[in-house]
């Protein structure tokens, strides 16, 4: 089936540690964002990419790196930079080219940084 | 892409239809309006779209006023399972994928 994986769904880091959160998708999809969100709140936008070894930054953007070496994976970098990053991270993917289109959401990875 | 406003929260009577509204006044003429919704703890799930014809498939009806400056998502017969966050997102269609900004949608609960 195809679909949008992210990995892990819980993930735990120490303070002042790098932690990369893994998204890859099947659809043969060519924009894919990632988004923050924290307790009772919407999402916002971190990082896209509409193309291969091209991305955009999104509204948060600091703290965060991402690269986009391959059509089906776009990992989201939490750096030590980022001063609150505990919260849920969601990656999304859709396809360009067409008239209109729906974006596909993976699961989610919540990260907890002590 | 267009800001849009939604109101926070709404309540609904199982079995009843539920009406969500959203305002987006600033909409351009190629952006279509999408409608997204968040069970806790999950990814957002897609629901419906249109431009400027109301549209209807097997999860709600979407209405689009004339000037299109807003909009009302229809779930015809609400059930427990319909309590989410309800998002509403203007987006341009074709290559211009945009930034596909959230914002914090409505808490829709539905009660027995």
């Known amino acids: 089936d195809g679909g949008i994986t992210q990995s892990p769904k819980y993930l735990f880091r120490k303070e002042g540690q790098n932690v990369t959160l893994s998204c890859e998708q099947n659809?043969?999809?060519?924009?894919m964002y990632w988004y923050r969100q924290d307790p009772g709140q919407g999402l916002r936008l971190i990082y896209y990419?509409?193309?291969?070894?091209?991305?955009q930054k999104g509204d948060i953007a600091e703290g965060y790196s991402v690269s986009r070496e391959k059509k089906e994976s776009f990992p989201l970098t939490v750096t030590s930079a980022q001063k609150n990053p505990t919260a849920f991270y969601l990656c999304?993917?859709?396809?360009?080219?067409?008239?209109?289109?729906?974006?596909?959401f993976g699961q989610g990875t919540r990260l907890t940084v002590v | 892409d267009a800001k849009t406003t939604q109101p926070p929260s709404m309540d609904c009577a199982e079995g009843r239809a539920a009406n969500l509204p959203c305002n987006h006044s600033?909409?351009?003429?190629?952006?279509?309006v999408y409608w997204y919704r968040q069970i806790h703890s999950q990814g957002p799930q897609y629901i419906i779209h249109?431009?400027?014809n109301n549209e209807t498939n097997e999860m709600a009806s979407l209405i689009i006023t004339e000037d299109r400056k807003s909009s009302t998502l229809i779930l015809p017969h609400a059930t427990l399972r319909d309590t989410a966050v309800y998002y509403c997102i203007v987006r341009a269609g074709r290559t211009n994928a945009g930034k596909s900004t959230f914002g914090d949608g409505t808490t829709l609960t539905v009660k027995p």
């Open positions: 990419s509409h193309i291969v070894n091209d991305f």
């Open positions: 249109g431009l400027k």
């Open positions: 600033t909409i351009s003429g190629n952006e279509y």
């Open positions: 999304a993917s859709l396809t360009t080219g067409m008239s209109d289109t729906e974006a596909f």
């Open positions: 659809l043969n999809h060519d924009a």
